[in-house]
DNA sequence: TCAATGGCTATCATTTATGATAGCGGTGTT
DNA sequence: AACACCGCTATCATAAATGATAGCCATTGA
């Protein structure tokens, strides 16, 4: 799978992770500790995120890191 | 887990599969695309990779990117 | 002895992720 | 009508990842 597919792919998961726990881009983002439209940037697959942002919201959302990337 | 520890064992785990393939760093760097000093860096977990990064070496590897980043 | 290989450090320029701000359209509520 | 909340975009400055180069030390083999 190529690079930008797993990106939106990981966003998708972050995203219905989130929505699962009815938390809004502001809750989530808010409990990160970043701004809502790094949130947005993330779910939507924008930004080649880092291991350091992805842990910030896997220990937020309550899950495995290896989750989140579980996407192949 | 704390983004450090985090780091070095994701960097513990590339190595560990590149040696249990028998490539060297240079074999490795090569084949990822990038230079050997670069990836000494990310096997000693100095550098808070993305995921763009983590897949060129899962890619080689030729193992899953959730496989690489699961070390809780 | 000398060259090649492997692991490593330090350092640099460039690219880009991150963190933040302002603003928009839609919906629902008072 | 006015306000608050929601998802979203565009954009900015700053920090940091990436990609690359030069060089060090130790080991091995010609």
Chains 1, 2 share one sequence.
Do not use: H, W, Y
Request: glycine share 4%; proline share 1%.
């Amino acid at each position: 799978m190529e690079k930008n597919e797993v990106l939106v792919k990981i966003g998708i998961k972050i995203r219905e992770l989130r929505e699962a726990r009815n938390l809004s881009l502001q809750d989530l983002s808010d409990k990160c500790d970043f701004e809502k439209p790094n949130l947005i940037r993330i779910e939507k697959g924008r930004t080649n995120l880092t291991i350091g942002t992805l842990l910030k919201i896997a220990l937020v959302l309550n899950v495995r890191l290896a989750e989140l990337v579980d996407v192949e």
